[in-house]
């Protein structure tokens, strides 16, 4: 199973630097729509329903204090199977050309976040895990 590290470098690979609201989103797409496809999650690494939308925070620890991101130095490329680049290929030509605002507002709309967070006003902190079994539940509707 890949990392939450090989997706980020690996999106960072295909796209080039970006801000880092729109990684973690195009990581969380790429965990949901994977799990929805294979049905099996992507990577282990939990995705939390914070504020600002959906975010890992494994990666953020390794991009807290910064706005955009470049390139990964932790993950390998090559740790990631046909199967899983695939998926991140798809979500790549989906989602890839929007913004980070973008993507937040539509994760927004979304169930899987909406219910992790319970009814939380906007803004208000929240840890609470956006599990692969919603993510499946809900872009499986779709």
């Given at each position: ?11 960072l690979q ?35 329903a914070w ?92």
């Amino acid at each position: 199973m890949a990392s939450v590290h090989d997706v980020a470098k690996y999106v960072l690979q295909e796209k080039g630097g970006m801000d880092t609201w729109k990684l973690q989103k195009l990581v969380y797409y790429s965990q949901a729509w994977h799990t929805t496809w294979v049905k099996t999650p992507l990577f282990p690494e939990q995705i939390e329903a914070w504020a600002n939308g959906p975010v890992c925070p494994a990666l953020y620890q390794h991009h807290k204090h910064r706005f955009r991101v470049q390139s990964w130095d932790l993950g390998s490329v090559n740790d990631l199977t046909k199967s899983e680049r695939k998926s991140i290929d798809v979500v790549l030509s989906h989602y890839g050309e929007m913004s980070g605002v973008t993507l937040r507002e539509m994760t927004h709309r979304e169930a899987p976040w909406k219910d992790a967070r319970k009814g939380l006003p906007p803004g208000v902190s929240s840890n609470e895990v956006i599990t692969p079994k919603a993510m499946a539940k809900y872009y499986g509707s779709l």
